[in-house]
Structure formats: C-alpha cells, structure tokens
C-alpha cells in the first residue's frame, strides 16, 4: 500500500547504513515490504534483528552495529550468518574485538578494557604481525584522554568506518 501511495519502490543500500532510496534494485539491494520499511523507521537496530532470515537485511543490521560500535553484536550476529568468515579472517575478527577495546577505552572502562584485551586480543600477541597494533592499542591505556593520545586515529569514526567496511565487504563476498 504505502509503495502506491508513495508512487515508487523502496530498497536498502546495504553499502551504507541505514539507508532508504527510490531507484531501480540492483542485485544487492532487496525489495522491502511496506510493512518492514515501517517497522525499520520505528527502530531500525531492532527490526535489523528481526530480519534474521533474510541475509541480506542481516549483513545491514551487522554493518550498522559495527560502524555505531557496537563490535560484539556485530560478531554474534555475523557468526549466527556463517562462522567461517570470522574464522578464516583473523584480521577482521583482530579489528572488531579491537573496536569494542576501543569502545571500552571511550567509555573510561579501564579495567574492564585490560581484562578484554588479556582475554580477547591477548592470543593474537602470539603473531608478530598483531604485535604493533596491540601496543597502539594498548597505548590509549596510558592516557586519561585517549582522544588526546598519539593513538587517537583509533579512536576515530573513520577507523570504524574501514572496519564496518571490511566486515560488509567480507559478508557480501560469503553471500555471493
């Protein structure tokens, strides 16, 4: 109904988050009822859940809990979509636990931030290749204002914005 009213059909760009827009479907935009564009306005992180059969709906809820922070959603759910692609891509599954250190590290979590980082990035360390970016990691321990820190790029939207990115691309890539 609402797509008659509106004279036109809605689509998700799931390339960008949370977005709506009247143009022709191309092969990775999915057609969306009137009924799931409504109940995605009304909350969109929610509705993303409620989308768990339809992988493409689901790879937008991902790449949104990712870019907004949220790293251990986006982990859950996107082992919920398929296991292996965190398993076989220790780089990313390295930057999103790193995005929820980070978020830790924002939020003045020291502690809490210290036990992640022994738990969850620690076994990384094994690896030379993680052993630079833990320390920077590590680093923004070191400061009462981390956004003030040397390291304070890590802190930025644009970091999780490359790490949303990679997280979408490496879904998109399992999907097709």
């Known amino acids: 109904m609402l797509r008659y009213l509106l004279g036109f059909s809605l689509h998700f760009n799931i390339s960008s988050p949370a977005v709506c827009r ?26 993303c859940e409620d989308f768990l059969d339809d992988k493409f709906h689901l790879s937008l809820g991902i790449f949104h809990f990712a870019l907004e922070g949220n790293a251990l959603k986006a982990i859950e759910l996107t082992e ?36 992640f980082a022994q738990t969850k990035l620690g076994p990384f360390g094994k690896e030379p290749k993680y052993m630079e970016k833990l320390e920077d990691f590590m680093a923004l321990l070191a400061y009462k204002e981390p956004e003030k820190s040397p390291m304070f790029h890590l802190l930025s939207l644009e970091y999780r914005q ?4 990679s997280l979408n691309r490496a879904i998109l890539g399992w999907l097709t």
């Open 22 to 47: 009247a143009e022709p479907q191309r092969s990775w935009e999915m057609l969306l009822t009137p009924e799931k564009f409504i109940a995605f306005l009304l909350d969109p992180i929610i509705s």
């Open 162 to 165: 490359q790490v949303a990115d």
């Open 80 to 115: 919920q979509l398929a296991k292996d692609i965190l398993e076989n891509n220790k780089d990313l599954q390295f930057d999103l636990l790193s995005l929820h250190f980070v978020e830790l590290v924002c939020s003045r979590k020291c502690t809490e931030a210290l036990e």
